[in-house]
C-alpha cells in the first residue's frame, strides 16, 4: 500500500502540472521545482531514513511516515500559491523517503531466499506500476471534475488504511545493533544535491554562464566532502566498501541513468498529450495507462525470465528495447499514438530495472543492513527521477527558448505576454485568447524541437546504458546473490 501510494503520487502530478502551473501562476522554473523537489528531499533523506528504521524498528517508522505523507498531501493540496506548493512537496519528500526503505527492507527480512526474494522484489515493483498506471486514470478523472488540488487528496484514504492494517498484518523488524544516522553527513548529502541541481535548472534557464557553474562546483565539492567523511567513520551513513563490487556499482548505475531518461520523458509526455495533441486531462490519463500496464508485465515477467536467462541479458535487452521507444518519440513528431507506442517500450525497461536492479542491491547486504541497502536502492532511483526532470525538462525549454529567441510581438502587447511566450508553451497557452494564433503555433512548434531533443538525447543516454550493462553485469549467473547474503537474519521484535 505504501508502494501503490507513491506510485500514485508520481503520475498524478505529471497529469495535474499543466493545470496547477496556469492556476498558481508557476514560472516555468517554479514548475519543474513543484515537480522535483520531492525527489531531491527524498533522495537526500532515503538513506538517513533506511538507518533509522534499523535503529527504530522498519514497522513503526513506515506508519509514522505514512502518517506525515497524508498531513504533507492536505498542505499541499489546499497550497495557495507556487511557493507553499514548492513547500508541501519538500515535505512530501521527506515523509515519503520513510516508506520505500521501510518496505523493502521489510521484504527483504521476510524473504531470505534469493529465489523468492527476487519475486516478491518483482512484486514490490509492480505495485509501484501499477499505482504510476491508475494514477493517470484516477487523476485525470478528478482533474476532469474537480481542481488541481484533488490530487494531492488521493493519499488520505490510502494512509489511512495503510495505518489502520499494518499493526495487524506487518511484524517489526529493527536490527540488533541499529545505530542513529550522521546527521551531519545527511546535511551535507542534501546540500550537494541541491546545489547540483540548482545550477542544473539555471543552467537549462539562462544558458552557459558563471552562476550555473559555480553552483555545480558547490554541489560536487560538497558530495566530496560527504564522501571523505563517510570514509573516516567507524559507522558510516554509507558502507562504500560496497562500491567496491562492480555487480552491487553497476546495478546503482543502472538504476539512477534508466530513471534519469525516463522520468524526463514522462514529464514531456504529460505536457504533449495536453498541449500538443489538445487531450483532456482524462483522456491523457487513459492514454498514459498502458504504458504504464507494461512496465507492470516487466516488473513480474523480469524476474521469472532472469531464472532461465542471466540477469544482465535481460537488462541490456530490456534496456535496447527502452532505447528504440526514445528514438520513436524523437521522430514521432505530431503522432501522439507514436509517442504513446514509444513511451511504452521505455517503461518496458523502467520494470525491468526496477526490479531486477533493485534485487541485485538489496542482495549484496546481509540482513541486518538491509534497511541501509534497500535505502540506496531507492536513493539512486528517486535521484534519477530527480536528475531527470531537471535535466531533461531544462535540456527542453533551453531548445523551446532558443526556438522563440527571435520572436517579435506586435507593439501594441504587453511585456508579460513577451515574457510568457518566451517562459514555456504552459505559459503561453494560459494567455492564448490574448496571443496571434502564428505566435501560439510557433510555440507548440519550438516545443516539439525540444521534444525531439531531449527524447532523442534520452536513447542515446539509454542505449550506452545498455551496452554497459550487457558488460558489468555479464559475470552474474542465473539464479545468483552478487554478494554474501546468506548472513545471520537480524533479531526479529
Known amino acids: 500500500m505504501p508502494t501503490l501510494l507513491l506510485g500514485l503520487d508520481v503520475t498524478i502530478l505529471y497529469l495535474a502540472l499543466p493545470a496547477l502551473s496556469v492556476e498558481l501562476g ?61 513547500l508541501a512537496r519538500a515535505a512530501l519528500g521527506v515523509a515519503g523517503a520513510t516508506l520505500m526503505p521501510s518496505a523493502l527492507a521489510l521484504i527483504s527480512n521476510m524473504f531470505a531466499a534469493p529465489r523468492e526474494r527476487a519475486l516478491a522484489i518483482g512484486i514490490w515493483a509492480t505495485m509501484f506500476a501499477l499505482g504510476m498506471a491508475l494514477g493517470p486514470l484516477l487523476g485525470g478523472f478528478l482533474l476532469q471534475r474537480f481542481w488541481w488540488g484533488a490530487a494531492f487528496l488521493v493519499a488520505v484514504p490510502v494512509a489511512a488504511l495503510v495505518l489502520v492494517a499494518a499493526p495487524r498484518l ?45 553552483w555545480m562546483l558547490v554541489g560536487l565539492a560538497l558530495g566530496a566532502a560527504f564522501v571523505r567523511r563517510q570514509r573516516r567513520l567507524a559507522s558510516p551513513l554509507l558502507d562504500l566498501s560496497l562500491f567496491g563490487h562492480r555487480t552491487f556499482s553497476a546495478a546503482l548505475l543502472v538504476l539512477v541513468f534508466g530513471l534519469v531518461a525516463v522520468a524526463g520523458a514522462m514529464l514531456l509526455v504529460s505536457q504533449y ?14 492514454r498514459l495507462g498502458p504504458p504504464a500496464l507494461a512496465m507492470v508485465a516487466a516488473g513480474v515477467g523480469a524476474p521469472l525470465l532472469a531464472r532461465r536467462v542471466r540477469p544482465g541479458l535481460v537488462v541490456a535487452g530490456s534496456l535496447a528495447l527502452s532505447a528504440a521507444g526514445y528514438l520513436l518519440m524523437g521522430i514521432a513528431g505530431s503522432g501522439a499514438s507514436f509517442v504513446v507506442a514509444g513511451f511504452a517500450l521505455s517503461y518496458l525497461g523502467l520494470g525491468t530495472i526496477a526490479a531486477l536492479g533493485t534485487d541485485l542491491v538489496v542482495g549484496a547486504a ?11 536502492s531507492e536513493t539512486a532511483q528517486e535521484l534519477g527521477i530527480a536528475i531527470g ?28 505576454l513577451r515574457a510568457a511566450l518566451l517562459d514555456s508553451l504552459a505559459a503561453a497557452t494560459a494567455r492564448a485568447d ?57 533479531q526479529r521484535r
Not at 59 to 83: D, E, I, K, W
Not at 187 to 214: C, D, F, H, N, T
Not at 366 to 376: D, I, K, N, S, Y
Not at 438 to 443: C, I, T, V
Open 26 to 86: 508557476a514560472t516555468s522554473v517554479q514548475a519543474l521545482w513543484i515537480m522535483d523537489a520531492y525527489g531531491f528531499l527524498i533522495a537526500a533523506c532515503l538513506v538517513a531514513m533506511g538507518a533509522l528504521g534499523d535503529h527504530v524498528g522498519r514497522r513503526r517508522l513506515l506508519m509514522v511516515g505514512t502518517a506525515a505523507f497524508a498531513a504533507a498531501s492536505l498542505m499541499a493540496a489546499f497550497s495557495p500559491n507556487a511557493p507553499m506548493l514548492i
Open 389 to 416: 526532470v531537471a535535466l531533461v525538462g531544462s535540456l527542453s525549454n533551453a531548445v523551446y527558448r532558443m526556438q522563440m529567441a527571435g520572436t517579435i510581438l506586435p507593439s501594441r502587447e504587453a511585456d508579460d
Open 273 to 286: 498529450l495536453q498541449l500538443i495533441a489538445g487531450l483532456a486531462p482524462l483522456e491523457a490519463g487513459l
Open 170 to 214: 506487518l511484524p517489526e523488524y529493527r536490527a540488533a545493533r541499529g545505530r542513529m544516522p550522521d546527521v551531519a553527513g545527511i546535511v551535507q548529502s542534501l546540500l550537494a544535491m541541491l546545489a547540483l541541481v540548482y545550477g542544473i535548472k539555471e543552467l537549462g534557464r539562462g544558458g552557459p554562464g558563471w552562476a550555473p557553474l559555480a
Open 366 to 376: 546481509r540482513p541486518e543492513q538491509a534497511g541501509a541497502a534497500a535505502a540506496l
Open 434 to 490: 490574448r496571443l496571434p494564433p502564428s505566435l501560439l503555433d510557433r510555440a507548440r512548434e519550438a516545443f516539439l524541437e525540444g521534444f525531439s531533443v531531449s527524447t532523442l538525447a534520452c536513447a542515446a543516454l539509454v542505449s550506452a546504458l545498455a551496452a554497459l550493462a550487457a558488460i558489468l553485469l555479464r559475470d552474474v549467473g542465473v539464479g545468483a546473490v552478487p554478494l554474501d547474503a546468506t548472513a545471520r537474519r537480524p
